[in-house]
């Protein structure tokens, strides 16, 4: 798996878990669910992402 659908299986699974947490547990969960959005959006543009510098320093390969 390289770097892109790391990157997607990481970000779905923090949004399908922020929002499983924020219906059964507590709504401020859903701030997480908006933290994840916000940071994509942010690297649409700006082109980087911490947690792409997080995978390459665990040695994910680029895709």
Known sequence: MG???SLRLIAGTFILASV???YFVHPAWFLFTAFVGANLVQSAFSR????MWIL???GVRES
């Open 3 to 5: 770097m892109n659908e």
């Open 20 to 22: 499983a947490l924020g």
């Open 48 to 51: 980087t992402c911490p947690m």
């Open 56 to 58: 390459r320093r665990a």
